[in-house]
T-cell receptor, first 114, second 113 residues
Framework: AQSVTQLGSHVSVSEGALVLLRCNYS??????LFWYVQYPNQGLQLLLK??????LVKGINGFEAEFKKSETSFHLTKPSAHMSDAAEYFC????????????FGTGTRLQVTL | SQTIHQWPATLVQPVGSPLSLECTVE??????LYWYRQAAGRGLQLLFY??????ISSEVPQNLSASRPQDRQFILSSKKLLLSDSGFYLC????????????FGPGTRLTVL
C-alpha cells in the first residue's frame, strides 16, 4: 500500500523566509502525489500535484514541489513566506485501484511570524 | 463549473442520538464520492467512498454508515452517536481518473456531548 510521511507536525518561519515542508512517500508503483492546504474550519484546497510529467511542479500562491525518486520525496517549498500562508498542509498519495483514493499524511501546521 | 456543498456546517448532538450529514455535488455526473473524518490534531481518515449510485465501500468499521441515493448525493449516518464521533467531516469528489484531483467541501463540525 502507498503511504506518505510528513516530518514535523509544526513548522515556524519568519515572514519573508523560505518555507520547506517535508513529505516522503512509499509506493510500489510510480506515485501520483498531491499537496493540499487547509485553513481553519475549512475544507482542503489543492496546491499542486505530480502526475509523472515534470518533476518540478508549480502550484498556487507561489508554492512549488520537486519530485525526487531517488529520495522518495516530494517536499513543498516557497521562497518567501507570507502571513497568509499560515495554515495546515497535507501531502497525499493516490492509491492504486479504480476508486482514486488518496492516503494523506498527518499534516504540518505552518506558523508565520513577524 | 463544479461545486460541492455540505450541510449542516456545524452540529452539536447528544450521545446516543442519530446523525445525518449530507453532501451534494453540482456540475458533474457520476463522480467518485468520499467521506473523511478529521479528529482534533489528527490527519484525515477515509471513512467511505462510492464509485456509483448504491455502491458504498467502507474503510473503517464503526457505527457510521453511508448511502448514495442519487448520483451526486452522499449521506453519512449514524443510529447512535458516540463521543468519539466528534470531529470535522469532509466530503470530497473527483472524476475518477488516476490523475484527477479530489475536491473537498467546506466540512461539517460535529460535536457529540
Amino acid at each position: 500500500a502507498q503511504s506518505v510521511t510528513q516530518l514535523g507536525s509544526h513548522v515556524s518561519v519568519s515572514e519573508g523566509a523560505l518555507v520547506l515542508l517535508r513529505c516522503n512517500y512509499s509506493s510500489s508503483v510510480p506515485p501520483y502525489l498531491f499537496w493540499y492546504v487547509q485553513y481553519p474550519n475549512q475544507g482542503l484546497q489543492l496546491l499542486l500535484k505530480y502526475t509523472s510529467a515534470a518533476t518540478l511542479v508549480k502550484g498556487i500562491n507561489g508554492f512549488e514541489a520537486e519530485f525526487k525518486k531517488s529520495e522518495t520525496s516530494f517536499h513543498l517549498t516557497k521562497p518567501s513566506a507570507h502571513m497568509s500562508d499560515a495554515a495546515e498542509y497535507f501531502c497525499a498519495v493516490r492509491e492504486t485501484g479504480t476508486a482514486s483514493k488518496l492516503t494523506f499524511g498527518t499534516g504540518t501546521r505552518l506558523q508565520v511570524t513577524l | 463549473s463544479q461545486t460541492i456543498h455540505q450541510w449542516p456546517a456545524t452540529l452539536v448532538q447528544p450521545v446516543g442520538s442519530p446523525l445525518s450529514l449530507e453532501c451534494t455535488v453540482e456540475g458533474t455526473s457520476n463522480p467518485n464520492l468520499y467521506w473523511y473524518r478529521q479528529a482534533a490534531g489528527r490527519g484525515l481518515q477515509l471513512l467511505f467512498y462510492s464509485v456509483g449510485i448504491g455502491q458504498i465501500s467502507s474503510e473503517v468499521p464503526q457505527n457510521l454508515s453511508a448511502s448514495r441515493p442519487q448520483d451526486r448525493q452522499f449521506i453519512l449516518s449514524s443510529k447512535k452517536l458516540l463521543l468519539s464521533d466528534s470531529g470535522f467531516y469532509l466530503c470530497a469528489w473527483n472524476r475518477g481518473s488516476s490523475t484527477d484531483t479530489q475536491y473537498f467541501g467546506p466540512g461539517t463540525r460535529l460535536t457529540v456531548l
